[in-house]
Nanobody
Framework: QVQLVESGGGLVEPGGSLRVSCSASTSNDMYSISFSGWAWYRQAPGQQRELVATIINGDETNYADSVKGRFTISRDNTKKTVYLEMNSLKTEDTAVYFC?????????????WGQGTQVTVSP
């Protein structure tokens, strides 16, 4: 069984920075998994889940217009971890952030999700 576990969320003031992480693990130590693609989504209260950033095939990154220039997605394959570095945070970035992982270029087919981590941007 594959698990994705996010960490690093919290409360930050507008203009501040935060880094969230998502690590993959399996319940069986004999089985190792690696993903070719990762995505970060976020969902604010009363709103639909929104795609924030993707990293596919190692270094192909894409960002939502709302976070371009402020957020950076990266990965560490040896640690099976993806990161989302968030700078110049705004109150509208407040949401639960979810990681998503799979294979190929069609992110809508990525099967694995984390449980989410809360990011709150508030004075």
């Amino acid at each position: 069984q594959v698990q994705l576990v996010e960490s690093g969320g919290g409360l930050v003031e507008p203009g501040g920075s935060l880094r969230v992480s998502c690590s993959a693990s399996t319940s069986n130590d004999m089985y190792s998994i690696s993903f070719s693609g990762w995505a970060w989504y976020r969902q604010a209260p009363g709103q639909q889940r929104e795609l924030v950033a993707t990293i596919i095939n190692g270094d192909e990154t894409n960002y939502a217009d709302s976070v371009k220039g402020r957020f950076t997605i990266s990965r560490d394959n040896t640690k099976k971890t993806v990161y989302l570095e968030m700078n110049s945070l705004k109150t509208e970035d407040t949401a639960v952030y979810f990681c998503n992982a799979g294979w190929g270029t069609n992110i809508q087919r990525y099967p694995y999700w984390g449980q989410g981590t809360q990011v709150t941007v508030s004075p």
